[in-house]
């Protein structure tokens, strides 16, 4: 089973019920449509670009992220979720899954949606009834999203925040800094997502709660000197319950961590892609980049190199949210030459795409135009 390979042995994926769909599908995408499965894209305005749309129906697109400038009405934004739909359903589409169509819904402040979750993660933590506030706001979410037709939530953040108005503290986005709390909330919001077949996306592994307000991964590289035990006994923590629970995707952080990898991005690093989030808490679903076009990597030139290095380290699906649709057409185009190149490993590959697919297959609903 090639979405294993990487795996820890005995991890089970929690889309393991859509890794014979996956496996059906793999052999007959041609090298571009691959390496689409691995990449995310975005776009400017209101409508959907129609190179863009020639491209999902062409099979080269994994999903869409969506934000605030692209929702205009909620009616608007279902009707572009049905064009997208459709275009997905093209005969010359192998893939007839739906598309994974996200956004950032935490709740709060971080909303890119008009409506619920209303409450921001510490406003959860900090409420009569935490685990209740939680379920809720998971809930709310996830019935938000369907509403429009989106089915991946980027939320909840599991980082613990260590100090008041820090990076992550100062727009509400984190449950607490206990990292038992954080672990209860988040693991409760993500189930109460997943309930409702919205996929739930918990960030920013290994953790972002260390870093001040200055620190800005978004805005420039950032380094964390954590300890190892710090790390993994607050940082890591809340993941090991949200894993148990069997959260769909992890995004990784794009902090230094030089307790783990002096050298590179949590998600530009195998030794925490493979040795932390893969081998130690043995995560079997899909990793997602955070933005491809994010300060943190200024220092490295190119969309090229930076889906080619995160490629390599183990990530499976690359976040190319500049509003710019051919960011994620160069990343896939560089994909598919590395593939055809023999630069990246074939079966890793592959096996990163199977579990992409996988993921797709359990959000298929019998309404989806490609399953009529």
């Known amino acids: ?40 894209y975005s776009y400017g305005g209101l409508t959907p670009p129609a190179g863009l749309l020639d491209l999902i129906r062409h099979g080269e697109v994994a999903g869409i992220i969506f934000f605030s400038e692209n929702v205009g009405t909620q009616a608007h934004l279902a009707a572009v979720v049905r064009e997208l739909d459709q275009a997905a359903a093209s005969p010359l589409n192998p893939v007839h899954l739906p598309l994974l169509l996200m956004t950032d819904q935490e709740g709060g402040a971080v909303r890119r949606l008009p409506g619920r979750p209303f409450l921001s993660a510490k406003q959860i933590g900090l409420s009569a009834d935490p685990p209740s506030a939680a379920t809720s706001a998971g809930d709310g ?3 938000n999203l369907i509403g429009v037709g989106l089915n991946v939530n980027l939320a909840p953040v599991l980082d613990v925040f260590r100090t008041p108005g820090n990076f992550i503290d100062q727009f509400g986005r984190s449950f607490s800094n206990n990292p038992s ?24 592994f290994p953790g972002l709660g260390a870093a001040t307000t200055t620190q800005n991964t978004d805005l420039r590289p950032v380094t964390l000197n954590l300890s190892l035990s710090t790390i993994r006994n607050v940082d890591e923590l809340p993941y090991v319950s949200a894993i148990a629970a069997g959260v769909k995707l992890v995004l990784l952080s794009w902090a230094i961590y030089p307790a783990i990898d002096p050298v590179n991005p949590a998600g530009l690093s195998s030794k925490i892609i493979f040795g932390e989030l893969r081998d130690r808490l043995g995560f079997g679903g899909v990793t997602i980049t955070d933005a491809l076009e994010a300060g943190a990597l200024s220092g490295i030139p190119s969309t090229q190199l930076k889906v080619s290095r995160a490629a390599r380290a183990g990530m499976d699906l690359m976040l190319a949210s500049s509003r710019n649709f051919r960011q994620g057409n160069t990343a896939t185009t560089q994909l598919a030459f590395a593939f055809t190149h023999h630069l990246l490993n074939t079966a890793d590959f592959e096996a990163a795409a199977e579990r ?14 490609g399953n009529g």
């Open 141 to 143: 979410a996830a019935l």
């Open 1 to 40: 089973m090639s979405a294993a390979l990487g795996l820890r042995p005995g991890v089970v994926s929690p889309s393991a019920a859509g890794i014979p769909v996956a496996q059906a599908v793999l052999p007959t995408l041609t090298p571009l449509q691959l390496a689409g499965q691995r990449v995310i």
């Open 181 to 204: 709390v954080v672990a209860t909330l988040g693991t409760l919001y993500a189930q109460a997502e997943q309930r409702r077949n919205v996929a739930a996306t918990v960030k920013h």
């Open 356 to 369: 992409v697919i996988a993921l797709r297959a359990t959000l298929a609903t019998t309404g989806w135009p």
